[in-house]
């Protein structure tokens, strides 16, 4: 999960805008003014208004703009165009980075996106890597640069290089023929740790930035809220006791794992002051003490999107400019998870290609994992070279076909969870593509990145009331935002792989903090088949639980309830009908721009 409302101020520009008259704003009229702010050094007057009416209400500071749609989705897209063209033309005629860092930062901070250091910081790491972009790339438009950043209907990019697609043999699917196993292997998920150096028992909970509990920030407590020692339903990541904590508590309590899915995000949200040294230190500290607690047991980890400096940005491999290109984190995460033993030196070269790789721990299974952070809409080099970054689908293809000749069925382990919008849309569809193709394989996909305890269910691109696959999501072990922490572990069929049930664990926050020099209480928050009445964990027993959840808004509210981890803000908030359609949908969506399985289950 990431906090990027305040990377840049055309991604940023993100509120409430219900006063905000398009005839009066719109991308001309903006970028004239911000030419003449360029040029005089002086705000005009209708300027001064434009910003008044534009200014970010604090209460919003955090709001997925993504997630606007009707006119306020116009207004951010009108805002983004109009600085991203004033940016670009400052930088095609001359400005240096220094002069436009200068102008974006002015007015992140007079539109009140986020505080001077975070608007100085995040612009700072992240404007070099865009303006070499749009260097390099003398065709790229703000139609372009916002289509794919913002990718809602109001957004869009008429680019054909934004639009491409996979080559996958037609065929029909080869069937594995292998009977269901009495016995069960365990498979622990620990995703989105978020681990952070900086936080601080008692620091202030509430401050201004995009992440709390952090020293320093008590200067600015005007609130009292103080932060858990446990950790915080604020806006606040884990300490490192927090994490050993949960490790330990692993080991004690289950003695049968099999294997281990770590499903990416060891950094912490601060994005606008993390460091190359500072993520080194936390990525090897925190897999220094995975290692230490589970010994022999084998773990298959990915990247998440906080992983590189600065976050998100994952440059093509061909790409070796030292100042931008991502070697360093592969080089460095191969060199650790190879020499941990956890996977084999055949595995080194397509992480260094992308953070890649495929294992088969024993005949007839095999592990994909897959390093779908490069679809992320902040990877600012999607604007580079969209095309199928280095590969990887074409490269999964290729393993999928083999896995499939081999009869083999197949784990996939991705951050980004299909679906999710914050994917760009043609990678998206590709992979779902890739998916419905393959799925008779796919026994398992598992994911993090949300934070939230989820699945998504695949539906045939032929017949839309069949069910062809599912994704899990293994929710987080940070509290961001608003959470319980969680893990989960997988009862496995031994022979076919399938997922036949799931327990998450969790514990209450709340409690947790009021007893300190206390370990916190973990339980088993619910076992999948057990909570819903489930016979199976089979694509049909699946299918006919979602068709329930339409028909039953009581079981419905409990899958809200469990997505939310019994987080005592969340029960306290609650969850209506239209907020209960939401969740529905996010349920049956397995691709961005496909919202017709949601309109099929709400009868929209």
Not at 250 to 270: A, E, L, P, S
């Amino acid at each position: 999960m990431s906090n990027w409302r305040v990377v840049i101020f055309f991604l940023g520009l993100l509120c409430s805008w219900s006063s905000v008259n398009t005839e009066d704003v719109n991308v001309r009229s903006m970028t004239n003014q911000i030419d003449l702010l360029v040029k005089t050094g002086q705000e005009t007057t209708l300027l001064k208004r434009m910003i008044s009416t534009l200014a970010i209400p604090k209460e919003l500071q955090r709001t997925d703009w993504k997630s606007f749609t009707g006119e306020r989705a116009k207004h951010i897209c009108i805002i983004c165009q109009a600085v991203v063209k004033t940016a670009i033309t400052m930088r095609r005629t001359g400005a240096s980075l220094d002069t436009i860092e200068g102008i974006i930062i002015k007015l992140c901070i007079a539109l009140n996106l986020q505080t001077v250091d975070v608007c100085h910081g995040a612009i700072e790491l992240n404007a070099p890597i865009l303006f070499y972009i749009v260097d390099k790339r003398p065709n790229l438009t703000e139609t372009d640069i916002c289509g794919v950043i913002l990718q809602t209907k109001s957004c869009t990019t008429a680019n054909s290089e934004f639009e491409w697609s996979v080559n996958i043999a037609s065929g029909s699917a080869k069937v594995i023929q292998k009977e269901r196993s009495d016995r069960t292997v365990k498979i622990l998920q620990i995703t989105d740790v978020h681990y952070d150096p900086s936080y601080e028992p008692r620091g202030n909970a509430d401050c201004d930035e995009p992440i709390c509990c952090r020293q320093g920030q008590n200067k600015t407590n005007t609130s009292g809220l103080t932060a858990g020692y446990w950790g915080d339903y604020h806006y606040c990541d884990t300490p490192w006791h927090a994490v050993t904590d949960v490790l330990d508590h692993i080991k004690d309590v289950h003695k049968n794992i099999t294997y281990i899915y770590f499903t990416g995000d060891i950094i912490d949200h601060g994005i606008w002051e993390t460091t190359k040294a500072g993520n080194i230190e936390s990525l090897t500290k925190s897999y220094a003490e995975l290692y230490d607690t589970f010994g022999d047991i084998p773990v298959y980890p990915i990247f998440g999107n906080h992983e590189p400096q600065p976050a998100n940005i994952f440059a093509p491999s061909y790409l070796k400019n030292e100042d931008f290109s991502t070697e360093w984190l592969y080089t460095l995460m191969a060199d650790t998870w190879i020499n941990y033993g956890w996977l084999p030196e055949s595995t080194r070269s397509t992480i260094l290609k992308g953070g890649f790789y495929t294992v088969s721990p024993k005949k007839g299974f095999r592990i994909i994992a897959l390093n779908n952070n490069v679809c992320y809409t902040y990877n600012w080099w999607l604007l580079y070279d969209p095309r199928d970054p280095d590969d990887q689908l074409r490269w999964l293809i290729d393993i999928l076909e083999k896995a499939e000749e081999s009869n083999e069925y197949v784990h996939i382990l991705a951050h980004i969870p299909p679906g999710d919008e914050s994917c760009y849309i043609t990678w998206s569809r590709e992979y779902r593509r890739i998916v419905n193709r393959f799925a008779h394989i796919i026994t398992g996909q598992f994911n993090g990145h949300t934070h939230n305890d989820e699945l998504r269910i695949f539906y045939d691109l032929e017949n839309n009331t069949k069910p062809v696959n599912v994704a899990w999501n293994g929710g987080s072990l940070t509290t961001y935002p608003s959470l319980n922490p969680n893990y989960k572990t997988y009862d496995v069929n031994a022979n076919t792989f399938e997922i036949e049930d799931i327990h998450t664990w969790i514990y209450n926050l709340t409690l947790a903090n009021e007893n300190p020099t206390q370990r916190p209480q973990w339980f088993e928050s619910y076992s999948f088949k057990e909570q819903y009445g489930l016979r199976d964990l089979s694509l049909n027993s699946l299918n006919d639980w979602v068709i329930t959840l339409s028909q039953n808004s009581s079981m419905l509210r409990t899958y809200h309830k469990n997505f939310i981890k019994l987080a005592d803000p969340g029960l306290q908030i609650g969850c209506q009908n239209t907020c209960l359609k939401e969740y529905l949908c996010k349920i049956v969506t397995s691709a961005v721009d496909d919202d017709s399985q949601c309109k099929y289950f709400t009868k929209q």
